[in-house]
């Protein structure tokens, strides 16, 4: 038995094959939960990455989910052993939940690499859960599937329906603008959010879970079910089978992360009219298995795909509709019969993603159109570049007004979140339809963790007289179920010292998203004397996780990863404990 254990290969038998002191140790330890002898006998061990918290709603309902990817662990003949780790909720964790996206990157890593684990099954939902546990185990590589937990049901408002996020940002306007009560304001809270699951518009963390499925990192149709559709348990259980297949068959992340791979989810996310926040992740996870992904390969791969999907925040459906209509399958089979599509690139069922996808059905051309009678055209997400955002900057056409695209107005400038909390709702405030409002320090270092900000909420007067969109700049993100003709993620950012630290109070700028430019109408020699007066801001804590963030934190061309997290470490078993 030892022998044939020896020659497994697996990761685990290192703890549990040993007939020493030290498998005595680790054995015995793990059969106070009732394990019997049977267990250790050389199968291969799976960890289950849970992310469950009461403290993040999008997650609740992790325990169900974890206990199919168990019984399907078990039904392969694996070893299952579920462990936790720091869960990010964007609903209610300040500042942000994305200053946490690259501890719990840390987490994972550790926690994957320091346990006798073989295979993993990531467990993934709200916004910055998926790419923060892609990227801890990317670091690592060893075969790894990812289970999103699913958008929730529709929600349902006095006959009507209405998204996560998108409809907060409209109504919280029409709030503003005295248009609704606070009445039917709170009522429409009750309505919205009426099952488990993460946002069922296309934001952030659909977003995300299509990036799972279009990297080949999930099961095939991991994107849509419902979270309480039995469909969803389904895929969790056949994930939790396919993760011990791969640990036999070796078929580890870095097989499945390849560029490739990589340049399918940036033409993805451009058909479904998907988060920004996916351009941050995707740079992030690449970089953490090997790959150099950079903001020009966003605007060559995102050149000449066309939005599919009407769903919001762009357009008028939701998830389940997504689902019901064929999900992202079809619209994989759209851009491969389009030759949008690297169709060998390897998915972790083993098969390609063609394979997976070549026959996909669509039952509903108004929720998913066909690539030559597209949603929008033209709408994979812009690169920027000029003086203002030496390093880029994007903006997502699909969430824009047309009419904005191409725009120079003077800017109305708020030094910080607090600032424009204070003044926005001022009738003094000197700003028009026309100005560019301009918002600083809300990046990775400013906010810190570069909150979703970005989408600045116009002033109620302008609201009053009809006026629903207005170019916003700003070094900050936006959540994905945001619309609007928003510039984000510029680099370097205000507390950088970037350009943006520079911009004043009636200076012009201009925005022409075609040529890809975004330039401040100001003289080198000007922002040279503008620079010798700035001051970087002091970081607001300078102990502990914020300390290490705020000295190690790169710009969000590079991804807002750690510095020292940038690459991967391998599966390397520690030395032993004892």
């Known amino acids: 038995m030892a022998n044939e254990k020896k020659k497994s290969g697996l990761r685990s038998v290192k703890w549990f094959g040993r007939n020493d002191i030290y498998g005595f140790i680790y054995r015995s330890w793990m059969k106070n939960k009732g394990i019997p002898h049977d267990q250790f006998d050389g199968r291969p061990v799976i960890g289950i990455c849970n992310t469950w918290s009461e403290l993040v709603p999008c997650n609740s309902h992790f325990r169900v989910i974890a206990q199919h990817v168990r019984d399907g662990v078990l039904e392969a003949g694996g070893f299952p052993l579920e462990f936790p780790v720091m869960s990010l909720g964007e609903t209610l964790l300040r500042p942000t939940a994305m200053l946490y996206r690259n501890l719990v990157s840390m987490d994972v890593e550790e926690s994957i690499r320091g346990n006798p684990l073989d295979g993993v099954v990531l467990l993934v939902g709200c916004d910055k859960t998926t790419p923060a546990l892609l990227m801890g185990a990317s670091s690592v590589d060893l075969p790894t599937v990812a289970v999103s937990g699913g958008p929730m049901l529709s929600g349902k408002y006095r006959g009507t329906d209405i998204g996560s996020g998108t409809n907060v940002w409209s109504m919280s306007e029409d709030l503003r603008a005295g248009k609704i009560t606070q009445d039917e304001f709170h009522e429409a809270e009750s309505c919205m959010h009426r099952s488990h699951g993460h946002c069922m518009t296309m934001g952030t963390a659909s977003t995300m879970a299509s990036m799972v499925e279009a990297l080949g990192v999930g099961m095939p149709g991991n994107a849509a079910i419902p979270a309480v559709d039995a469909r969803r348990y389904v895929l969790a ?44 992740h995707l740079i992030a996870i690449a970089r953490r298995i090997g790959i150099d992904l950079k903001l020009e390969d966003w605007d060559k791969q995102g050149r000449g795909i066309h939005t599919l999907v009407n769903l919001m925040p762009n357009g008028k459906y939701l998830m389940e509709d997504f689902y019901y209509a064929g999900g992202l399958p079809a619209v994989i089979r759209e851009l491969g019969r389009n030759g949008k599509l690297n169709k060998d690139a390897l998915t972790i069922n083993g098969k390609s993603i063609w394979q ?34 030496p390093d880029g900057a994007i903006i997502k056409p699909s969430a824009a007004t047309p009419a904005l695209m191409k725009h120079t107005g003077r ?26 409002m301009v918002l600083k320090n809300c990046g990775p270092r400013g906010y810190p963790g570069m909150a979703e900000v970005g989408n600045m909420p116009l002033p109620p007067r302008l609201l009053k007289k009809g006026i629903t969109d207005m170019v916003r700049i700003s070094d900050a993100r936006m959540s994905g179920t945001a619309y609007g003709t928003v510039v984000l993620h510029v680099a370097p950012e205000a507390a950088a010292g970037g350009t943006l630290a520079l911009v004043q109070n009636g200076d012009m700028v201009e925005l022409d998203v075609a040529n890809r430019k975004l330039q401040l109408l100001v003289t080198d020699e000007e922002l ?51």
């Open 528 to 578: 040279a004397k503008r620079r010798k007066k700035w001051k970087a801001p002091k970081p607001p804590l300078t102990r502990g996780y914020w300390k290490l963030y705020n000295d190690h934190v790169l710009q969000a061309n590079e991804g807002a990863d750690l510095d020292f997290l940038v690459g991967k470490s391998g599966s390397l078993v520690p030395r032993d404990n004892h």
């Open 356 to 389: 997976n996808n070549k026959d996909a059905p669509c039952y509903n051309r108004d929720v998913i159109h066909s690539f030559d009678k597209p949603f929008k055209k033209n709408t994979g997400i812009a690169v920027l570049r000029g003086n203002l955002c």
């Open 237 to 280: 259980r056949e994930a939790g089978r396919r993760a011990v297949e791969m640990v036999r068959e070796k078929l580890t992340l870095s097989k499945v992360l390849t560029r490739e791979a990589f340049e399918n989810a940036i033409r993805v996310n451009a058909a479904i009219g998907g988060s920004t926040n996916a351009v941050i």
């Open 411 to 436: 800017a109305v400038v708020f030094e910080d979140i607090e600032d424009f909390h204070t003044r926005i709702d001022d009738p003094k405030l000197d700003i028009d339809a026309n100005c560019v």
